[in-house]
């Protein structure tokens, strides 16, 4: 569906909801919540009552957020009942919404609106803002508000610039383009605190955290099968360093990635027992790490994805095992 036939539909919704529940994704990153904060913020001035809801809780460094401490982690606090609208925001697939099986039991009495970039997503919503070419879905919300002549203040651009700025790992992979780029300025020019975020995405690494770094390091593999790098991050290893994975995984992923020649990185964390996360990165122009993350279950954007599957990192003679 056109974008200038759903983004008025959507607005159309919003205006005509009475209790509005906004989902960010699992594990959540900067985009979907500077995405849905931003939205958050637009439903408070129009005196929207709405929820927040994220199934996991963000890392600290994210706290200069505005309003960021408005979001719900407890689902037992939340009753879609109550709800005559939700907006899924930078989920590529309803599963990353964490809450899949209540969102499609309680369908029928309730709209979904799903806002998001990913080229996987699968258009589960009532109403499906998908735009694959945006550098994030925080593109889009600044887009949607720009469309309808929505004002951006100083939250909403700091808001919005922190997904941006995640998402193109700071104008450097393959998602930066000349939109974005005018977007950011422009979200500048209204206030966004660009030294905080780059402050915090960027200087967010803790020693313990670094100091595992080297250790994985010392772990990378070459498979000159397929031409690619990997790496591996267990239990013990997290536990010994008493870091969470997301002070370790996405960051060394994102730091893989300027590896030369090669055709894309894989970080294996073993997030569970019984459950590893595999996150795919590349900079190749030819290759798609989302089409190999959906083969595996998993989905994201062409240069950043990611996929969960069940098994156990197992250090074998000859390398890594997945059993």
């Not at 925001?89 to 099986?101: F, L, N």
Request: charged fraction near 20%.
């Amino acid at each position: 569906m056109p974008y200038k036939r759903v983004a008025p539909q959507i607005l159309g919704v919003i205006n005509n909801s009475n209790h509005i529940l906004l989902v960010s994704h699992e594990k959540p990153d900067g985009d979907t919540l500077g995405a849905s904060l931003a939205l958050a913020n637009f439903l408070e001035k129009q005196k929207k009552a709405h929820k927040h809801f994220c199934i996991d809780s963000h890392a600290n460094y994210f706290n200069y957020l505005p309003k960021i401490e408005n979001i719900i982690n407890d689902y037992n606090l939340i009753n879609l009942t109550d709800h005559d609208l939700v907006i899924t925001i930078d989920c590529g697939d309803i599963k990353r919404t964490g809450i899949a099986d209540d969102l499609i039991k309680f369908k029928k009495n309730l709209t979904l609106i799903n806002i998001d970039h990913h080229a996987s997503n699968d258009y589960f919503g009532h109403y499906n803002l998908i735009i694959p070419q945006a550098s994030s879905t925080s593109e889009i919300i600044y887009d949607f508000f720009y469309f309808h002549d929505i004002k951006i203040d100083k939250y909403i651009a700091t808001s919005l610039l922190t997904g941006i700025l995640t998402d193109t790992m700071n104008f450097t992979n393959a998602a930066t383009t000349q939109e974005s780029l005018k977007i950011a300025a422009d979200l500048i020019n209204n206030g966004a605190k660009i030294n905080q975020i780059t402050d915090k995405i960027t200087q967010n690494k803790n020693l313990a955290a670094l100091k595992l770094w080297g250790e994985l390091f010392g772990r990378l593999e070459f498979n000159p099968q397929y031409n690619f790098v990997y790496t591996v991050i267990t239990q013990k290893d997290l536990q010994k360093n008493q870091v969470s994975t997301e002070e370790v995984r996405e960051g060394l992923a994102n730091f893989l990635s300027m590896i030369k020649d090669v055709n894309f990185i894989l970080v294996l964390t073993q997030e569970s027992e019984n459950q590893i996360k595999g996150s795919l990165r590349t900079t190749k122009d030819t290759i798609n790490v989302a089409k190999l993350a959906q083969a595996l279950g998993g989905g994201g954007h062409a240069k950043a994805a990611g996929f969960v599957i069940n098994g156990q990192l197992i250090k074998a003679t000859n390398g890594w095992q997945i059993k």
